[in-house]
Structure formats: structure tokens, C-alpha cells
């Protein structure tokens, strides 16, 4: 008797993705990492700028969800943000800005107040050490000013690559690219990168995207994962990108278009 095939996940997909990609020749790049993008091709660049194209009429008004006023306020905001849904970190900032409105007051707060006014954004004991830290780094080595450069940025500790390109392309306009699980999902769905490692994904789509579009791109990517290509169920139905897109059954965006079949006489 046959048994019947159940219908792919959308993580059998993926898995049949990277599987694809895995098998394509790839360039060596500095630092010894292997990347699709190492040495981007006609068929690739012009697969960004369709790409770039379509997401920008998609998500036209693509933006940091973040409320914020200050670096310092989008720098502690964004950690707010790890595990938990931008509009509650909305709801919990405007207090916590007005209680602490410089680098030196969080530096220096009772921790346990700290903790309660963030407990709602979860992992507030973690969160609340981070922003500790990265404020008395910024009041003793930064003059209580947010430091303008990556290098800086993640040496405040509590503060990753994700944040740092966050804070650098909201508050400084210095492009980043923010790779968070909606960004590093799109990618690969895209087939712009194989890789789950946020910082292998970020090198792979510097190398394609043009460093002016790092930020939007950034934003624009992120609603389009919010919005449209959820991680238990996208909508292919209805998204955009799926005629190129390698999880919907298309090519991916860095291959060559396929050509349309000619419609039977």
C-alpha cells in the first residue's frame, strides 16, 4: 500500500535551500568565509536591483519601529527590544526616558527600579545589567555621549553588531545592515545567503547590497518579514518577490531570470 507524502514545512523547504546552495561553487573571502556573494556576478547585481526595486514598492514607508529622541534613547530601546515586540518597548520608554534622561542616570540607577520599569520587555535582569554597562562605558570612556563608529559601539558591552547597526543607521546615518530573525529569514528564503550566523549574513549582503541602501534595505527587508513571509506561513500568494524568490520554487534572486514558457498555440 502507498503511503502518502505529507506536505513540506516550510523548514523542509529551507533545508532543500540550503542543500541547493551548499552544492553551488562558491569564492573564498577574507577572513576564510565561503560566501554566495563573494564576487557578485551580472546575473546577482542585477537580481539586487530588481530586488531593491520590488521592496521598495512594497514597503514604501519601511522605517525603525522604534520610538526614540536621542542615540542614547535608541541605543537602550534596542536592547529593550531583544525577545520581545517593538510596540511594548514603545509602551515602556516613554516612562523610562523621563526617569533617566542621560547616560549618567542609567549609569548610575538602583538596579532594582531599573529592572521594574523594563520587566515587561522580558529577560529584564539581563537587559537591565546591559544597560548598565554600556552607559557607565559611555560616561567613563565616551564623555556620556554614544560613540559614533562599530568598534566603539560593541565595545560597550551589552551591545552586539545588531544594535550597533541599528544605532549607527537610525541615529547617526551611517548605513548598516540589522540582521534580526526577520532579515536573516527573507535572505535565505531569497537565497541571498545560506548562512544562520547573523554576522556571515550581514558580510554576505554587504557584499550585494550598495552601501547606501544598507539602512532601508534593513527596514524594508524587516516589514516585508512581518508582513508578508512569515515563518510558519508566508503568504507566496501575494508576495512580490515569490517569482524569483528559491523557497516559493523560483530560481532565487541572484540567479539568472528563468525564461517564460511560450504559451501553447
Known sequence: MATRRSKPTPEDREQAIRGREGSRPSSPSRGGLRSLAAVPDPAAKSGVRWLLARLEAAHPDAHCALDFRTPLELLVATILSAQCTDKRVNLVTPALFARYPDAHAFATADARELEK?????????????????????IVDLHGGEVPRTLEELVELGGVGRKTANVVL???????????????????????????????????????????????IFSHQMIFHGRRICAARKPDCAVCPLSNRCAFAGGAGVLAAPRPRRAAAP
Do not use: C, Y
Not at 520599569?117 to 562605558?137: D, E, N, P
Not at 529569514?185 to 545567503?193: I, S
Open 117 to 137: 520599569m523594563i520587566q515587561s520587555t522580558g529577560f529584564f535582569r539581563s537587559k537591565a545589567r546591559s544597560i548598565q554597562h554600556a552607559t557607565r562605558r
Open 169 to 215: 543607521g537610525n541615529a547617526f546615518g551611517v548605513p548598516g545592515i540589522t540582521v534580526d530573525t526577520h532579515l536573516g529569514r527573507v535572505a535565505r528564503r531569497l537565497g541571498l545567503t545560506r548562512h544562520e550566523d547573523p554576522v556571515k549574513v550581514e558580510s554576505d549582503l554587504a557584499r550585494l547590497v550598495p552601501r547606501p541602501k544598507w539602512t
